[in-house]
């Protein structure tokens, strides 16, 4: 018997809800591992419950190491970003003509608006980062007193959450 083709939406049913959600999370964390291992990458992985709880994988030695290396990376791409655009500053001060441009210039702007899309881009990740970072903090401050977070708690960081997205 194969396997059915599944229609995604919410489970309606919370019991459901909870099994699915236990089910595929651990699948996840599988294909997760898988990846790491085949492919020997580093692999970092959150999922938030909808109580709030955190659960992560880490395929490497930390977790820390591997949102240093990110961030790393982000800060290499934001540093050509920022010196591309300080190079162009004068062009675009005077504003583009687009009619009178050549099509080496309208590449040019392309590139430069591309260039402002990573950076932007760059910047929502380490806002979403920083987030995860601070919520996984707190996080652990509950994981020895209580197995979930205090409503009140739960309910600001998930607000948190929701404003990032």
Same mark, same amino acid.
């Given at each position: ?126 806002? *979403? *980062?920083?987030?995860? *970072? ?32």
């Amino acid at each position: 018997m194969g396997r059915r083709k599944v229609e995604v939406k919410r489970i309606e049913d919370e019991k459901t809800r909870q099994v699915t959600f236990s089910k595929r999370r651990s699948g996840l964390f599988k294909k997760a591992r898988e990846l790491a291992v085949l492919c020997d990458v580093d692999v970092a992985l959150f999922v938030f419950s909808r109580r709030g709880k955190i659960y992560e994988f880490c395929s490497g030695d930390s977790l820390a190491k591997i949102l240093e290396h990110y961030r790393s990376r982000n800060d290499e791409a934001a540093e050509t970003v920022n010196a591309q655009r300080d190079a162009e500053a004068g062009r675009h001060l005077q504003g583009p003509d687009i009619g009178q441009m050549s099509v080496t210039e309208l590449v040019q702007q392309e590139k430069q608006l591309d260039d402002a899309l990573a950076q932007t881009k760059y910047r929502k990740d380490q806002l *979403m *980062m920083e987030s995860v *970072m601070n919520i996984n903090e707190k996080s652990m401050q509950f994981v020895h007193e209580e197995d979930y977070l205090l409503p009140e708690e739960n309910d600001f960081l998930e607000s948190e959450v929701k404003a990032k997205y």
